[in-house]
Each structure stands twice: as C-alpha cells, then as structure tokens.
C-alpha cells in the first residue's frame, strides 16, 4: 500500500459526458501528478501541482483540468468525453516539488462508451 | 518521438536465473533514471533508480546499471523469483523541474 488513494476504482460513462477523479496523496506529500495510460502505451504525465499551485503541465488537453485542494488532495476533470479517452489514470504524490521518487495510487479506470 | 524506449514488451525467465531489462533514451539532458514495477490492478511501485554521475546501484537482489555513453540502463534481478512476474516501467528526468518521461514497459514473467 503506497498510501496513495483514488476513487472511484472503475467508471463508465458515456461520450460527452463530464466525470472527476479524486486523489488524496501519502500524509506529508505535497505534490501530486496525474497520469494516463492507455492501451499498450506508458505512462503519460498530465500535470503535477505542488502545495495548492500549478507545477509542471504535459500532454494534458484542452478538455481536463485539475486542481489540488488545502488539504492537498487533488481532482482531475474530464469533459467532452471521448472514446478515445478510456485509460487508466494514476495519481502519484511526492515530499517535494522536483520529481524524483513518486508513490503512485491504484489508478481509476475509466471507460467512455 | 519516445525519449524512453524499452524494446523488448515482453521476458520470460526461470526461476533461480538472472532477469536483465533494458532500457534506451535518447535525450542526453536526463540525469535521473528510476525504474517502476507495477502489478495488475494497482499502481506503479518504485523499485531502485540511479543518478547520472553513478553507473551502477545495488539494492538486494536488483541492480541498476547505466551507460551514459550508450544512453542504455539496464535492470539486474538475481535470483528471479516468480513473485517478480510483472510490468517493469524505465523513466527519466531531466534537470529542473521536469517530469517523468516512463517507457512502455516490459512484462517480466518468471517461471517456476
């Protein structure tokens, strides 16, 4: 258990479609980051935040947003949902804002219909 | 263009043998490399990572090495042991505050 958590474990919904997945990093992290993994590929890093703020932004869309809350939890939004976004999206957390060693949750898979 | 590649998807080795992954980048600015496993239906686990000025770290039975000149790391298991049956991710960063750059993973399945 990396003490990293995320809910909902699966989600389906349909195209079009708005849904939220929620992270509440390991006691102590300040920064959070946001993966996706999609069928045969890696990991691809989203956006990190760090203690509240924006940190580093990657191949995140148009359509996501995230934000990290005071008590450092963090949302990931999806909107205008496509098939094409049906992935397994991790969250990961770490001490600090450089991205070194990162303990990642059991991920949320998400699946648009 | 994939700046971490692990070309090989997918190893199978017995039980008691050596595992050796590999992993290729391509960008010379990385300076931090860590490898991952990850087991189904859960997350990523850290498992040993190496920095650029070292070229070989040990950590029980899994040994990093790395190659600057050659831009290759590989990952050393020894013995294998079947509960290391799973996706072994490589990534890397660069300087700064860069995020990770992970490959596509390799499954390692280890045969008893």
Known sequence: DSGVTQTPKHLITATGQRVTLRCSPRSGDLSVYWYQQSLDQGLQFLIQYYNGEERAKGNILERFSAQQFPDLHSELNLSSLELGDSALYFCASSVGGQAYEQYFGPGTRLTVT | ?112
């Open chain 2, 1 to 112: 263009d994939q700046q971490v590649k692990q070309n090989s998807p997918s190893l199978s080795v017995q039980e008691g043998r050596i595992s050796i992954l590999n992993c290729d980048y391509t960008n010379s600015m990385f300076d931090y490399f860590l490898w991952y496993k990850k087991y189904p239906a859960e997350g990523p686990t850290f498992l040993i990572s190496i920095s650029s000025i070292k070229d070989k770290n040990e950590d029980g039975r899994f040994t990093v090495f790395l190659n600057k000149s050659a831009k290759h790391l590989s990952l050393h298991i020894v013995p294998s042991q079947p509960g290391d049956s799973a996706v072994y991710f490589c990534a890397a960063r660069s300087m700064g505050n860069t995020p990770l750059v992970f490959g596509k993973g390799t499954r390692l399945s280890v045969i008893a």
